[in-house]
């Protein structure tokens, strides 16, 4: 059975980095063909895709959060790690991690982190 575990600060300031990693066991994060996304949601609002890495290391990201979104992977430690820069009070949400195949629906999520962007 496969586990996604979201952890990371649930309190950022305005302007910081937001940084989350997901652990994942039950199966690796280099198994072909899955992906491994970030996706949010913001209070009263739906979700959001923000950004992928491929089972391959390859990485993908929402044109809207480019700018501004990292996604890495340690495969030592089965880990992929997203990095939300220069946040602002709308960045605030649950933030989920999920597994991917190919365009089939996520199959796999973690019960997800909320993380609030606050001085």
């Known amino acids: 059975q496969v586990q996604l575990q979201e952890s990371g600060p649930g309190l950022v300031k305005p302007s910081q980095t937001l940084s989350l990693t997901c652990t994942v066991s039950g199966g690796s994060i280099t198994t072909n063909y899955y992906h491994w996304s970030w996706i949010r949601q913001p209070p009263g609002k739906g979700l959001e895709w923000m950004g992928a890495?491929?089972?391959?290391?390859?990485?993908y990201y929402s044109p809207s959060l480019k700018s501004r979104t990292s996604i890495s992977r340690d495969t030592s430690k089965n880990q992929v790690t997203l990095q939300l820069s220069s946040v602002t009070p709308e960045d605030t949400a649950v933030y989920y991690c999920?597994?991917?195949?190919?365009?089939?629906?996520?199959?796999?999520w973690g019960k997800g982190t909320l993380v609030t962007v606050s001085s």
């Open positions: 999920a597994r991917g195949d190919g365009g089939e629906p996520m199959d796999y």
């Open positions: 890495i491929a089972y391959s290391g390859s990485t």
